[in-house]
């Protein structure tokens, strides 16, 4: 929603690396935002953006293009427990915009 | 600690009633929010209020109605205007500019239309 475009599904196994892809309309961008939500779970904040380049938080990596509209999330050394689905959620103005999100499964 | 409180965790209504969602939060944040998830989607804004006493629209607004008279609380009404209600709410908080470290959640209410 909201020309917010995530992969629906992504499948990885554990250990390994996993790169999710966001774009979004860069009219009004003020930051972006990724979560991570479990089913019937509130969202809980991994990373926030506003200049180009790379946040590195642990396991958790994000970049940002502000020019291209682009950001991606990264995933290192994955665990069972990041099965769940990850919101890109561009800053337009003082509101966060959604995207559908993307619903990661990692497998053993 | 602080944090937002959501309450009920699950509510039911019947057909043509209004239901009341609550929201609190002790974090002394300016801004709060209303979002609406439905299966398979992502969040949609319903309300936002960036100070006491005013609130705007978000993008599906209509049959919905919220109040800001205190800082700490930002009630949520489901009127029975609203066509489709059934789904999970929540409520979240912010600083004016939402960063560094983002919006706060709460739980959530999933509310099922009987």
């Known amino acids: 929603g909201q020309n917010i475009d995530q992969p629906t599904e992504m499948t990885a196994t554990e250990g390994a690396i996993v790169q999710i892809n966001c774009t979004y309309q860069?009219?009004?961008?003020?930051?972006l935002f990724w979560y991570q939500q479990h089913a019937g779970e509130a969202p809980t904040f991994l990373s926030y953006?506003?200049?180009?380049g790379l946040e590195e938080k642990g396991r958790f990596s994000s970049f940002l293009s502000r020019s291209k509209g682009y950001s991606y999330l990264l995933l290192k050394e994955l665990q069972m427990k990041d099965s769940a689905s990850y919101l890109c959620?561009?800053?337009?103005?003082?509101?966060?915009?959604f995207g559908a999100g993307t619903i990661l499964r990692v497998k053993s | 600690d602080g944090g937002i409180t959501q309450s009920p965790k699950y509510l039911f209504r019947k057909e043509g009633q209004n239901v009341t969602l609550s929201c609190e939060q002790n974090?002394?944040?300016?801004?709060m929010y209303w979002y609406r998830q439905d299966p398979g989607q992502g969040l949609r804004l319903i309300y936002y209020?960036?100070?006491?006493?005013?609130?705007q629209k978000g993008d599906i607004a209509e049959g919905y109605s919220v109040s800001r008279e205190k800082k700490e609380s930002f009630p949520l009404t489901v009127t029975s205007a609203q066509k489709n209600p059934t789904a999970f709410y929540l409520c979240?908080?912010?600083?004016?500019?939402?960063?560094?470290?983002?919006?706060?959640f709460g739980s959530g209410t999933r509310l099922t239309v009987v």
């Open positions: 959620a561009p800053q337009r103005g003082n509101k966060l915009v």
């Open positions: 979240a908080s912010s600083t004016p500019r939402g960063a560094p470290g983002g919006y706060t």
């Open positions: 953006n506003v200049l180009d």
């Open positions: 974090l002394n944040h300016d801004a």
């Open positions: 209020s960036q100070i006491v006493n005013d609130f």
């Open positions: 860069t009219s009004g961008f003020n930051g």
